[in-house]
């Protein structure tokens, strides 16, 4: 990407940030920062979101920060509302729209069980609303803390008192409960404008209540019970009960002039806007005690804001937590604001309200930064917000995105170019007037998509209005190793299957392959055919091998076409059926009657939908579900039709809990009897539960009534594949059985020898140890490893769960602890040992050897992938060749990904079949190496030939 000149760097990535033994260790786990990555991007002048993802000794934390230069002249703080309706519920996104800000974080505490609904405290925004309640942190009590911005643009975090009592000239007093309060207003209340223009809606949830109406500081008008009533724009109205009102209005009588009413302990007039949340984080840099706020002392998501000593930045903080990010309690939280920079810092709602927006860079509209704890936005009354009055200059810089920067020949590179000016203003970039080139690579271009025909590196580069944006591509020509999308397929005679084909370069990287370049072929020819694009045909039954080529690269499936339809239920016998219907509004009936297609008795369900825009359904819900232990091709069904196009699926409950929804017709256009089958994904867990079975409409323009029949449930049977083998591949490895001029230094690895318990166990064993001797300098066992004092005549390394360094001339040899199917899990600071170490290394060679794969065997998949991205980086840093060798599992594998070679090494673990019979050649391996001062290699042998035991 083309640096950025005379503009603040767009995009930072710390990519290994390592923090040393000594720094930010407080005694918390969560404080322990074992890998640290932190991403900076301005949003728009003044204002720089970063996230930063911290792996610690607890767990993942996400820390999101938005930081504010409160001295920029275009930064604006803002207290965002719904501006439909006052109190009304929204998601930040949209409050965020609704309001034109940029940035945003969710504000106060407030009633989850109504809408319109309250905040828990005080808000102020000048010139528009004020919110508050009587005796708010009264007695002088700091339990809730309020941030304020004052008229001199300086922020203030304090915990603001409140007192409502209305007085006139003449002394008379009417205390008031809360300032423009939605719920629990049976007690003399205030309300002005931005609440509401009159008592309409008011009069209609709260009938009979009695209003005061002051009107420049003079009461002017005195309402009868439930009488509709105007809000003065120059003033406002309490609204009280009946009761309050016989003695209340007695001391109010029109004229009335109002001497005083909101006593607070910081001057209003002093606030430009404020907004109050929970108590305080931190006090004078120093972490806070006391005060009120929810979840204390447990880990939770959190919303924070604060600022520096200078007063000069403004900072809001939301802590991902109950996800993959752990969360943090109080004392974590102030520890992080303060390695921040933070001075002064409060509590906001936290847990599933934390949510922070923001408009990416070049973009209009606002993203969601944050992953809130519920996966979806919760709805909230109010937030604060950061609005930009920079204004529009012209483009500045242009940034290219793709749906990927690395593909085989002749697949699409799909790009993406946006704008922006000297304050990170986003312009748009009308994409036909853009002009593009290629250095370094050939291909064709279709409008914005690049095809690249020429292996090898490149880079794109847009040209539009004077600014360019560069991008760097990679075409990778024909794979060395593909994989196909559905190693066995199972259609019915007429259906048709995608074939999709992801190839492997010999860098390890994967990708999609264009299928038009794929020579297939079927060894069963009767069964169907192929066209150009991949598809597969199916015409009779049968069974055959399909292999899929490209130069001499081949990648095998099966495909079975067959009809194998069981009937389960005709509905004659025992059938407990109920209708279940979504929203309420919703009436259904489901019975089962004497009438039917297949047999005596069908089910027959009556529902009736209602205009609506959104979605409804109605549902026969068997009350005993349908159980299939073995898989399923598809679920058929005899559908008695009313032609009015409704969607007709079914609920699936998998063996692991996983709901899935099946649909046997998009649209029920028929009427009468018709025969519909669904299709059941292939990634469920068995054995499986049929629950429902129902109509659904998503849209309705008009009401009405009408019925459904459901005859013959059937299922479409997978067949029997235990005896079809896909012919292997083989290993596909740049350094796998090289041949290697020079001195060399030999290694032999064996899995796992733990846990032996036949006398089998024990003669491999030593099979292996006396090949080990004779074939290598070095023999190095991962995996759990028991030997028993064998006479080993070489040199041994033994994993042994801890972590460990061993250097040879050639290579370097780092044990990792992962027993407890992980790094951090099993011993947290081997994490930066590990970093430290590896970087540190002086031979061309790493191997690596644990008892878990990090692609698939670690509990914690992001630690898996961060083990993964650390070492992918040090690779295209130092070109180093990287083996990660793990001892577990019944399964010999190996796999190269993205220039670094993973290996499972089986051991003595291996499978017993029927009769007693155990295949030796096939399960029981050395690797072998060949290890040069500049190169590497391995084979794998086999230890045995194949023998059965009787």
């Known amino acids: 990407m083309k640096k950025m000149k005379g503009i603040m760097k767009k995009f930072l990535l710390v990519c290994c940030l390592l923090i040393a033994n000594t720094a930010m260790i407080y005694g918390s786990s969560v404080n322990n920062i074992l890998f640290q990555t932190v991403e900076k991007e301005p949003i728009a002048s003044g204002v720089m979101y970063e996230k930063d993802t911290r792996l610690t000794e607890a767990g993942w934390l996400d820390v999101h920060t938005l930081e504010i230069d409160l001295h920029n002249p275009y930064v604006k703080v803002d207290v965002l509302r719904d501006t439909e309706r006052f109190g009304n519920k929204d998601t930040l996104s949209n409050l965020a729209t609704k309001n034109s800000v940029i940035a945003a974080v969710n504000g106060d505490y407030f009633n989850m069980r109504k809408n319109p609904t309250d905040i828990q405290g005080f808000e102020y925004e000048k010139g528009s609303s004020i919110v508050g309640k009587h005796q708010f942190n009264g007695g002088d009590a700091k339990d809730w803390a309020s941030f304020i911005m004052d008229i001199n643009n300086q922020p203030l975090i304090d915990f603001v008192s409140m007192r409502l009592v209305m007085t006139s000239e003449e002394g008379k007093e009417l205390y008031v409960t809360g300032l423009n309060k939605l719920i629990n207003v049976k007690h003399p209340s205030y309300y002005d404008r931005t609440t509401m223009v009159d008592t309409a809606g008011f009069d209609a949830s709260y009938p009979g209540m009695c209003k005061l109406v002051i009107e420049d500081n003079v009461v002017t008008y005195q309402s009868a019970p439930g009488e509709l009533v105007t809000v003065p724009e120059n003033g406002f109205i309490i609204i009280m009960d009946e009761q309050t009102a016989f003695y209340s209005f007695k001391g109010f009588p029109v004229g009335t002039k109002i001497a005083h009413f909101i006593d607070t302990n910081i001057a209003i007039d002093s606030m430009n806007l404020a907004i109050s949340g929970g108590t305080k984080v931190l006090s004078a840099g120093q972490p806070a005690t006391g005060g009120m706020f929810y979840a204390k002392n447990q880990k939770a998501p959190r919303t924070s804001i604060g600022y520096n000593q200078a007063k000069d930045k403004l900072y809001m903080v939301v802590i991902d937590g109950r996800g993959s990010s752990i969360g943090v309690d109080q004392v974590d939280l102030a520890k992080i604001l303060l390695n921040k920079g933070l001075y002064e810092a409060m509590h906001l709602d936290g847990g599933g309200s934390s949510t922070m927006v923001g408009r990416p860079l070049g973009y209009q509209q606002i993203a969601v930064l944050n992953k809130p704890s519920g996966g979806i936005q919760r709805k909230i009354p109010n937030g604060i917000g950061i609005v930009s009055t920079a204004p529009v200059g012209q483009l500045a810089e242009m940034k290219i995105t793709a749906n990927t920067t690395r593909a085989f020949k002749d697949m699409p590179i799909t790009l993406q170019v946006i704008g922006y000016d000297k304050d990170y203003n986003p312009i748009a970039i009308d994409m036909n007037q853009i002009t593009w080139e290629t250095t370094g690579i050939n291909g064709t271009w279709n409008n914005h998509i690049f095809y690249p025909d020429q292996e090898g590196k490149g880079t794109l580069t ?60 079927l060894q069963n020819q009767q069964v169907g055919s192929f066209n150009d ?155 499986i539960e049929l629950q429902r079975i129902y109509p659904v409409s998503l849209r309705a323009s008009e009401a009405g009534t009408w019925s459904m029949g459901f005859d013959g449930l059937t299922v479409h049977e997978i067949s029997d594949t235990s005896g079809l083998i896909l012919p292997t591949s083989g290993i596909f490895d740049p ?70 360094v061993k250097d040879y001339p050639n290579v370097r040899i780092i044990e990792l602890a992962t027993s407890s199917k992980g790094m951090r899990l099993t011993d947290a600071n081997q994490w930066k040992k590990f970093t430290k170490d590896l970087y540190a290394t002086p031979q061309k060679h790493v191997i690596m050897t644990m008892n878990k794969n990090p692609l698939n065997g670690f509990s914690d998949k992001r630690e898996g992938q961060l083990f993964h991205d650390v070492l992918k980086k040090f690779k295209e840093e130092t070109g180093k060749n990287l083996f990660v060798i793990n001892g577990s599992g019944y399964d010999f594998n190996c796999d190269y990904v993205e220039g670094i070679s993973y290996m499972d090494v089986n051991g003595l673990w291996y499978k017993v079949h029927n009769y007693n019979q155990v295949d030796l050649k096939d399960a029981f391996y050395l690797l072998n190496f060949e290890i040069t001062p500049d190169d590497i290699t391995y084979n794998v042998m086999n230890v045995y030939p194949k023998i059965i035991i009787e």
């Open 462 to 521: 847009a040209m539009y209005n004077g600014v360019t944006a560069q991008i760097d591509v990679q075409c990778m020509l024909e794979p060395i190793s593909m994989e196909i999308n559905k190693k066995f397929t199972f259609l019915e005679p007429g259906e048709s299957v995608q074939y999709d084909i992801m190839g492997i370069d010999r860098d390890g990287y994967r990708g999609k392959v264009n299928v038009r370049n794929v020579k297939w072929q």
């Open 735 to 804: 350094h796998y059985n090289k041949e290697l001029h020079g001195d060399k230094m030999t290694m032999s690895v064996f899995g796992s020898t733990a846990g032996k318990n036949r006398l089998l166990d024990y003669i491999i064993q030593r099979r292996v140890v006396e090949k080990m001797d004779a074939l290598s300098d070095i023999s190095l066992f991962v995996g759990s490893t028991e030997l028993g004092g064998m006479d080993i005549a070489n040199e041994q390394v033994v994993w042994k769960n801890a972590y460990q």
């Open 533 to 687: 694009g991949g598809q597969f045909v199916a015409e009779k039954e049968g069974i055959s091998l399909i292999t899929g080529s490209i130069g001499g690269t081949n990648v095998y499936g099966y495909v079975v076409v067959a009809r194998e339809q069981k009937l389960i239920d005709s509905f004659d016998t025992n059938t407990g059926v109920e209708a279940v219907v979504y929203p309420d509004t919703v009436v259904a009936q489901a019975s089962v009657i004497n009438e039917g297609y297949e047999g005596n008795n069908s089910i027959k369900l009556d529902y009736t939908f209602n205009a609506s825009e959104g979605t409804q359904a109605a549902y026969v819900k068997f009350q005993k579900p349908y159980v299939f232990n073995q898989p399923i091709n598809k679920l058929g069904l005899w559908v008695n039709g009313n032609g009015m196009g409704h969607w007709l699926r079914g609920k699936i409950i998998d063996g692991a809990g996983k709901e899935h929804k099946v649909s046997f017709a998009n649209e029920v256009d028929w009427t009468g009897w018709q025969y519909v089958t669904a299709k059941l994904p292939d990634n469920m867990t068995y054995p």
